[in-house]
């Protein structure tokens, strides 16, 4: 049985920093390339960032320079570093794991809410 479990959501005020985490199991880590989307109240879910299986980072434009994405094989954890964190990046953030070779199935958390209000 496949697991995505988000951890490390809250209440931040803006400027502030948080991590977030997800620890996989049930798959084959490494085989996996690993993904945060989030989606804010009344939006529709949006594309974060990225890792690859080999450690390649991708970001979305708006959190470029702030956020970063990393992984633990060690652990089977992916985690995002938030820093510099808007009101604007309020948001359920989900994790999200899809295949690094061939196709297959993709997988998704339930997600952690974070909050950025002052």
């Known amino acids: 049985q496949v697991q995505l479990v988000e951890s490390g959501g809250g209440l931040v005020q803006p400027g502030g920093s948080l991590t977030l985490s997800c620890a996989a199991s049930?798959?084959?880590?490494?085989?996996?390339?690993m993904a945060w989307y989030r989606q804010a109240p009344g939006s529709q879910r949006e594309f974060v960032g990225e890792?690859?299986?080999?450690?390649?980072?991708t970001y979305a434009d708006p959190v470029k320079g702030r956020f970063a994405i990393s992984r633990d094989h060690a652990t089977n954890t992916l985690y995002l570093a938030m820093n510099s964190l808007r009101v604007e990046d309020t948001a359920v953030y989900y994790c999200?794991?899809?295949?690094?070779?061939?196709?297959?199935?993709?997988?998704w958390g339930r997600g952690t809410v974070v909050t950025v209000s002052s």
């Open positions: 890792i690859t299986s080999g450690g390649i980072r």
């Open positions: 999200h794991a899809r295949p690094a070779r061939g196709p297959g199935d993709v997988y």
């Open positions: 049930g798959i084959d880590f490494g085989d996996y390339h």
